[in-house]
């Protein structure tokens, strides 16, 4: 069994309106909505678990989307681990066979391609998660603000999601870093601090995080490059 797991527990309005950024739309259909969309559409998945404020499940309920998986909604908690967490105890099965896709609400923009190979390899691996390497030069910063070492950046990568686990293996790291009380910022650290590494393999620099306007404007960009793709 593959679970898709879509984060989305953020309530803030930082790019000033009402409603949080997840429901914001991006040409015409809120943002939540296309993410939960491209999941939908891949065969390999069977259920899809989206993490929301309480507050807002009704709302999104009242959206309508019509998809043809089952969607069950599971609470946020106080920060995105817990929000994970939260996630993972809702989901149908827990054998270590079945695979989960962890992903953030608000990278409506994931393909189909990127996601089928995340499964792909985490059946191989057990552990799958994407990015893209830096283009700039790293440095190091110093506690005294000037700078330190040059990192190689081709030995470094920045993590998107999605990230792919056999399921009772990121269950028990959750489990003993939330018992422990220590807190990451992403799944593959969590993984990493109870299980081994994780196998990392190309996203694309499409596949953005919308956190500000800015990053709406960037999505709004990339559609419409696609559309006009499509049509060539």
Same mark, same amino acid.
């Given at each position: 069994?593959?679970?898709?797991?879509i =984060?989305?527990?953020?309530?803030?309005?930082r790019?000033?309106?009402?409603?949080?950024? %997840?429901?914001?739309?991006?040409?015409?259909?809120?943002?939540?909505?296309?993410?939960?969309?491209v999941?939908?559409?891949? @065969?390999?998945?069977?259920?899809?678990?989206? =993490?929301?404020?309480?507050? $807002?499940?009704? $709302?999104?309920?009242?959206?309508?989307?019509?998809? %043809?998986?089952?969607?069950? /909604?599971?609470?946020?908690?106080?920060? #995105?681990?817990?929000?994970?967490?939260?996630?993972l /105890?809702?989901?149908?099965?827990k054998d @270590?066979n079945?695979?989960?896709?962890?992903?953030?609400?608000?990278?409506? /923009?994931?393909?189909?391609?990127?996601?089928?190979?995340?499964?792909?390899?985490t059946?191989? $691996?057990?552990?799958?998660?994407?990015?893209?390497?830096?283009?700039?030069?790293?440095?190091?910063?110093?506690?005294?603000?000037?700078?330190?070492?040059?990192?190689?950046?081709?030995?470094y990568?920045?993590?998107?999601?999605?990230?792919?686990?056999?399921?009772?293996?990121?269950?028990?790291?959750?489990?003993?870093?939330?018992?422990?009380?220590?807190?990451?910022?992403?799944?593959?650290a969590?993984y990493?601090?109870?299980?081994?590494? =994780? $196998?990392?393999?190309?996203?694309?620099d499409?596949?953005?995080?919308?956190?500000?306007?800015?990053? /709406?404007?960037?999505?709004?960009?990339?559609?419409? #490059?696609?559309?006009? @793709? @499509?049509?060539?």
């Amino acid at each position: 069994m593959v679970t898709a797991l879509i =984060v989305s527990g953020g309530k803030g309005t930082r790019m000033g309106g009402e409603l949080p950024k %997840q429901f914001l739309s991006l040409n015409g259909t809120p943002i939540i909505a296309r993410t939960v969309m491209v999941f939908d559409g891949i @065969n390999e998945i069977d259920e899809i678990i989206l =993490v929301l404020p309480k507050a $807002y499940f009704t $709302y999104f309920k009242e959206l309508n989307i019509k998809t %043809q998986k089952p969607i069950r /909604l599971a609470e946020a908690g106080l920060d #995105r681990q817990e929000s994970v967490f939260n996630g993972l /105890l809702t989901m149908t099965s827990k054998d @270590n066979n079945d695979i989960v896709i962890i992903h953030d609400g608000v990278r409506p /923009l994931v393909t189909s391609e990127i996601i089928k190979k995340g499964i792909a390899f985490t059946k191989r $691996y057990g552990s799958a998660a994407c990015g893209v390497r830096p283009k700039d030069t790293l440095k190091k910063r110093e506690s005294t603000g000037f700078s330190g070492e040059t990192l190689p950046r081709e030995e470094y990568v920045l993590i998107h999601t999605p990230q792919c686990f056999n399921v009772g293996d990121i269950i028990k790291a959750h489990r003993e870093m939330h018992d422990k009380k220590r807190c990451f910022t992403d799944d593959t650290a969590i993984y990493e601090a109870v299980v081994g590494p =994780v $196998y990392l393999y190309d996203s694309s620099d499409e596949n953005i995080k919308i956190t500000t306007k800015e990053d /709406l404007d960037v999505a709004k960009s990339i559609l419409s #490059r696609r559309s006009d @793709n @499509n049509k060539e």
